[in-house]
């Protein structure tokens, strides 16, 4: 008989099986975000977002359930009729705050 290397021992053996997991893990929901702005959208948009202590992209796209690329949009609309003002500006990430002081 003639002596083998440990690696072709193993795969002879067959290896060593993985170890079986009884949890699988956190699973995250899928949220469905619209990429169309209806008025309804852009009326509670227009409402709340300046009202908003810090405004970003993400911020609104999650608390209005729309695609954070809509939301840059819409971002940059407020900003034009001065509903907000801008923090930092930045090709990756916009941070706004409100322009005025709470009500």
Do not use: C, F
Request: charged share 35%; hydrophobic share 30%; no cysteine.
């Amino acid at each position: 008989m003639t002596p083998k290397s440990k690696a072709a021992q193993l795969k002879a053996k067959g290896g060593k099986k993985k170890k079986k997991k009884w949890t699988q893990g956190k699973v995250q929901e899928k949220v469905i975000r619209t990429t169309y702005m209806d008025q309804e959208t852009w009326d509670r948009l227009y409402k709340e977002v300046p009202n908003y202590k810090v405004i970003t992209p993400g911020i609104v796209s999650d608390r209005m359930k729309i695609s954070v690329s809509l939301a840059r949009k819409a971002i940059l609309e407020l900003e034009k009729e001065k509903k907000i003002k801008p923090v930092i500006k930045h090709n990756k990430q916009l941070i706004y705050t409100r322009a005025h002081g709470k009500k």
